[in-house]
């Protein structure tokens, strides 16, 4: 027994149309995800102007990376020349000090051997005037 009661047919006005618009929904959205039909032709074109278009971004790509390889190797490069820099002066300042050494050490070497030269003057000094006082002692004594 079919009882239409008025709440019945409130939902039945109001299914129909939202099942109505669901299915008419379901079934564009069907035919708008099928492809059209294409030619080779068509497509290989398509496929040329992708595989261009891809060998560009990976040339963007590489370019990029080829800039920021050159940025970090002219920093280490800047890096390395201040260094080297740093190392000359050092060098430098090194190679002084080993000069003052060596000149120091020809000073003191050469001071040595002048007191000894005059130990030496002043050792034989010492034993003339012996001689000489001996002498003396002599010649006062006859």
């Given at each position: 027994?079919?009882?239409?009661?008025p709440?019945?047919?409130?939902?039945?006005?109001?299914?129909?149309p939202?099942i109505?618009?669901g299915l008419c929904f379901?079934m564009?959205?069907q035919?708008?995800?099928?492809?059209?039909?294409?030619?080779?032709?068509?497509?290989a074109?398509?496929?040329?102007?992708a595989?261009v278009?891809?060998?560009?971004e990976?040339?963007?790509?590489?370019?990029e990376?080829?800039?920021?390889q050159?940025?970090?190797?002219?920093?280490?490069?800047?890096?390395?020349?201040?260094q080297?820099?740093?190392t000359q002066?050092k060098?430098n300042?090194?190679?002084?000090?080993?000069?003052?050494?060596?000149?120091?050490?020809k000073?003191?070497?050469?001071?040595y051997?002048?007191?000894?030269?005059?130990?030496k003057?002043r050792n034989k000094?010492d034993?003339?005037?012996?001689?000489?006082?001996?002498?003396?002692?002599?010649?006062d004594?006859n």
């Amino acid at each position: 027994m079919l009882v239409c009661t008025p709440i019945k047919m409130k939902i039945n006005k109001l299914m129909y149309p939202l099942i109505l618009g669901g299915l008419c929904f379901l079934m564009t959205n069907q035919a708008m995800a099928q492809d059209a039909d294409r030619s080779p032709a068509v497509n290989a074109r398509i496929d040329s102007i992708a595989r261009v278009y891809d060998a560009e971004e990976l040339k963007k790509k590489g370019d990029e990376e080829i800039k920021t390889q050159d940025k970090k190797d002219a920093s280490n490069l800047s890096e390395l020349k201040s260094q080297k820099e740093d190392t000359q002066v050092k060098a430098n300042e090194a190679q002084k000090v080993e000069r003052e050494a060596n000149d120091a050490a020809k000073q003191s070497n050469n001071a040595y051997k002048s007191e000894k030269k005059a130990q030496k003057a002043r050792n034989k000094a010492d034993k003339q005037a012996k001689k000489a006082a001996k002498a003396r002692g002599v010649v006062d004594d006859n």
